[in-house]
């Protein structure tokens, strides 16, 4: 398995806080199978440097130094990039990418989705990126109106589901729109969105089991292989289907009723 989005740099965050746990995450990561973990610093949101590019730089630089031996995973460098007006032009200058690729995670606010997402978005595809959206079954938003996660879905976005929204880990409500989220197929990819060894685990497997339940079992293993090795090769991802339209399955409901 492939975990695309983990908080695995010490002191830089709200991930660990030392390398000891840095090594109890990387374990952990290992036993449940997972193969490859890029790394996704926040930027702009709860660093803890002002976004200091030497520090992130440095901080990269002493974690391949010290997992360069480890031989069950390998690790790549990313990022978590908090949605800004200034996105599209820090982009290449912080190096914001997955690996290097054309993608880039893109996380919301929890409570709101800003009026010029659409534009911003579409001017970061014109720069020749192409935004993933972090767990957007985290943003009350996105749950309640899911037609605009369609939208975004529809305009050339991918999704990302955190593993622990789909096994309840951040409650009823969350997991609810998780597997909805599902249902329309609107997700691309799971990822542990990890930040420690206890609270928040880098775990996949579970995570995967629960989404079979809901696309099959070919389609859940994909969210967590062919897809995200697609983004580390700065590949088109393979086709998961087209977006579902929310309203669509509430006027073929009602249609229903009214017969």
Excluded at 183 to 199: E, F, G, P, Q
Aim: proline share 6%.
């Amino acid at each position: 398995m492939i975990d695309l989005h983990c908080h695995l740099l010490p002191d830089w965050d709200d991930g660990p806080e030392s390398w000891e746990e840095v090594e109890k995450m990387v374990e952990q990561a290992s036993e449940d199978g997972i193969r490859k973990i890029c790394l996704t610093p926040h930027i702009f949101r709860f660093s803890r440097y002002n976004d200091n590019l030497q520090v992130l730089n440095a901080r990269f630089e002493e974690f391949f130094q010290r997992f360069s031996s480890f031989s069950q995973i390998e690790f790549y460098r990313g990022a978590e990039v908090f949605i800004h007006p200034d996105l599209v032009s820090v982009i290449e200058k912080k190096r914001l990418s997955l690996n290097g690729s054309e993608y880039v995670f893109v996380e919301f606010p929890s409570d709101q989705v800003p009026a010029g997402v659409k534009e911003l978005f579409y001017q970061m595809q014109l720069a020749g990126y192409t935004p993933i959206i972090s767990h957007p079954e985290r943003n009350t938003v996105f749950g309640q109106q899911p037609e605009l996660l369609y939208d975004l879905v529809n305009r050339g976005c991918l999704v990302q589901l955190t593993a622990m929204s789909l096994t309840g880990g951040f409650g009823h409500e969350v997991k609810k729109y998780a597997e909805q989220f599902l249902k329309y197929n609107l997700v691309h990819l799971i990822a542990t969105d990890a930040h420690d060894s206890i609270r928040r685990k880098p775990v996949l497997s579970q995570a995967v089991e629960q989404a079979a339940k809901i696309v099959g079992p070919g389609k859940a293993e994909a969210m967590v292989g062919d897809v995200p090795q697609a983004i580390l090769d700065n590949r088109i991802v393979p086709d998961v289907g087209p977006p579902i339209s929310p309203g669509s399955r509430k006027r073929k409901l009602f249609a229903f009723l009214r017969k």
